[in-house]
């Protein structure tokens, strides 16, 4: 007889749930958080083990590896589509969001999530570490004007950066202010070490690339640089999961939602889901050659005469959307770009 379970993990405990083929409970637990001991609880208790389920979730990438290794059949669930059956129950409890998810299971009613291989969450765990050091320097910048401003100082901009403009306002414009002084070295020198680490990440992204021949070929389509081609390959890890193309801006979140009832129909804004980072890459390529001569002209030209009709805002999410099309069809067929040819 098959059986079917689910697993409701958290942090320290993880809910257990084995149904039979009819939807009946067998068995339910709760065991510690660990590869071996969710294995062992559902080798003892689940003879004829068909399926385990478990949502997405921080520990989802690490459990996954260690019970597939542990010759456990487990499946991830998409989180969002989950949700939709387990808020239909009137208490929320651990226990019961792993009957919810055994019943999800055993019905087949999910959407699998792909784990990606392991060398794609390092290079997006890179690129996330690069993205967050950015953000700090960002915000320390920010705090530096803002803090000027209570003590009448005007940061504006000066030739030669912020740099040259905070060392000019530290020696100049704060010297009637000493007490300052130190504030706002401590943040000048955050924003050296921030900078400092910064480039320090560039250049193993650099080197990254140099050595991908991935990387290296979506890099020929213009406005992709190394950081937007490797954020692609690590979200798509594998060109062969999408039969489309038009399904990788699709699991981007760049296609516009679809309503539709009786008489209703309509499209809405994009979806936005799946990974933001790689979104947001690919909006920034798309606005560099909207905006800048980066090479292009057909592209530019394309998302020029959608900026006419709707606007430059949706024009260059258009283009986003163009381009991961095409950064995943120019994998797919492992061909440079070739822009003369494209409609």
């Not at 060109?239 to 801006?249: M, Q, V």
């Not at 209703?264 to 804004?269: A, C, D, T, V």
């Amino acid at each position: 007889m098959s059986v079917f379970a689910a697993l409701d993990v958290s942090q320290d405990e993880t809910a257990i749930c084995v149904v039979d083929q009819d939807g009946i409970i067998l068995a339910e637990a709760k065991v510690p958080t660990c590869p071996d001991a969710i294995a062992d609880w559902l080798t003892e208790r689940a003879e004829g083990l068909e399926r385990v389920g478990m949502e997405t979730g921080p520990l989802a990438v690490w459990l996954w590896n260690a019970l597939m290794a542990r010759q456990i059949p487990v499946v991830c669930l998409d989180a969002r589509h989950a949700n939709g059956v387990l808020k239909m129950m009137p208490n929320k409890t651990d226990r019961h969001d792993a009957r919810g998810l055994a019943q999800i299971v055993r019905t087949g009613w999910f959407k699998a999530v792909q784990i990606k291989s392991h060398d794609a969450y390092v290079n997006r765990a890179l690129l996330t570490a690069r993205d967050a050091l950015v953000g700090m320097r960002v915000r320390l910048e920010n705090e530096v004007r803002g803090l000027l401003k209570t003590f009448g100082v005007m940061f504006g901009k000066r030739v030669g950066g912020f740099k040259r403009r905070a060392e000019e306002i530290i020696e100049r414009e704060l010297a009637v202010a000493p007490e300052l002084v130190p504030i706002f070295e401590a943040l000048m020198q955050a924003r050296r070490d921030i900078l400092a680490r910064i480039a320090a990440l560039d250049s193993r992204i650099r080197a990254i690339a140099k050595c991908h021949a991935t990387v290296r070929l979506l890099m020929t389509a213009p406005g992709v640089g190394p950081i937007t081609a490797m954020a692609v390959v690590a979200a798509f890890d594998d060109a062969d999961r999408f039969r489309k193309s038009s399904s990788a801006a699709a699991y981007l979140g760049l296609t516009p939602r679809r309503y539709e009832s009786g008489e209703i129909s309509r499209n809405g804004r994009v979806s936005r889901r799946g990974d933001g980072f790689t979104r947001k890459c690919l909006y920034e390529a798309a606005n560099a050659i909207f905006c800048r001569n980066l090479g292009g002209p057909r592209l530019r030209s394309w998302a020029r005469a959608i900026a006419e009709r709707t606007g430059p805002r949706k024009a260059k999410v258009a283009l986003a959307r163009k381009l991961a099309v095409t950064l995943h069809a120019m994998w797919r067929t492992n061909t440079p770009l070739r822009e003369a040819a494209m409609a």
